[in-house]
């Protein structure tokens, strides 16, 4: 166990930095005052680092500013003695593919011009597929970035927390999500391509690995207690983690932690 009073650094993307959910601590990152490192560190009284924020890859944990902000891993020092890691979805634009595919399909329904217009500039952007070499990088990447921590943090235990599923076997195609027959095996197919890249990188590292992805299966869009968020066009995060998806991570971090 993690004594209380030490240093936590959250590294990660929306899935931990928590966009739409109250209270919002940091703005630009879309950063919640209730995501699941903020949790932790709260059961835990824990020192807490978050620089989680939203939009970021694990180039912008590794070595990239965003928005003018460092590299995460900067935050990392030799006092840090936890570090969670969520990242590696936008390498492979997993949500933003899925929200754009809702978009198209629920653009071009009404089959108006301005409709079939912006669905057509939508379509070409869509790709639903990727190769066996875009997951192995996500897999490198997390690697590094855990390769990182422990050059910075010798002592600082490592957990890798990977992506709450969005679609599970009670989502519906065209009920719960604007996803065709077709389209919504595919965004299936990218989550467990993204678990795996996970569970490999936690392999390989030595890392401790969190697989919310597992957790929440049966938590997915369109179940009766969904840990995210569905699609909506015009208001909210569409297809992120809940306040309800957040606690149950946190909960998985914690049993991890004292395991």
Known sequence: MIPPGS?????????????GISPIVHKPAGRSGSNYPHLVAAELGLDLVDVTYSG???AH???????????????VGPETALVTITAGGNDLEYVGTFIRGSMLNTLAKPATVLGRRVANRIRARVSYLKDDADYQTVTDSLVAVVSGVRERAPQARVILVDYLALVGPSTRPRLDVPLNEEQLPSVAMMADGLAAAFAKA??????????????????AIGSAEPWTTGFSLLRGVSYHPNAAGMRAVADLVLETLRS
């Open 202 to 219: 936690a392999a390989t590292s030595g890392a401790d690995l969190v697989a919310a992805s597992a957790a929440s299966l049966q938590h």
């Open 56 to 58: 970021a890859t694990t």
């Open 7 to 19: 240093r936590y650094v959250a590294l990660g993307s929306s899935f931990a930095a928590g966009p």
């Open 61 to 75: 944990l590794l070595t990239d500013s965003q928005d003018g902000a460092p590299p995460q891993l900067d935050a």
